[in-house]
């Protein structure tokens, strides 16, 4: 069975930093992408960043020069350095794995295909 756990999300305030994890088990995903959610408060899910498998990245221009994705798949692990957060960085942030997808949809969360249950990032004025 395969999960995915994210953990470092909490409470800071503007202009800080925060690093998520995600560690996955179950089976080795260090030749998939992996991906980063955000859904806030009274909004869809939106995508944030991704990495590829041969560590191609993505990210949404909202957050592009402030976020950092990397993987370590010896630990079968994904991070997300966040810096110079800002108020509507405030959001519920998923991990995600998808098993196959091209780098031209690895912002598309329909071809994910296993998810975490999130973790709380909120972000004080």
């Known amino acids: 069975q395969v999960q995915l756990v994210e953990s470092g999300g909490g409470l800071v305030q503007a202009g800080g930093s925060l690093r998520l994890s995600c560690a996955v088990s179950?089976?080795?995903?260090?030749?998939?992408?992996m991906g980063w959610f955000r859904q806030a408060p009274g909004k869809g899910r939106e995508f944030v960043s991704a990495i590829s498998w041969n560590s191609q990245t993505r990210y949404a221009d909202s957050v592009k020069g402030r976020f950092t994705i990397s993987r370590d798949s010896a630990k079968n692990t994904v991070y997300l350095q966040m810096n110079t957060l800002e108020s509507e960085d405030t959001a519920v942030y998923y991990c995600?794995?998808?098993?196959?997808?091209?780098?031209?949809?690895?912002?598309?969360?329909?071809?994910?295909?296993?998810w975490g249950q999130g973790t709380q990032v909120t972000v004080s004025s």
């Open positions: 995600t794995v998808a098993r196959a997808i091209s780098l031209s949809d690895l912002h598309n969360q329909r071809y994910y295909n296993y």
């Open positions: 179950g089976r080795s995903f260090s030749r998939y992408p």
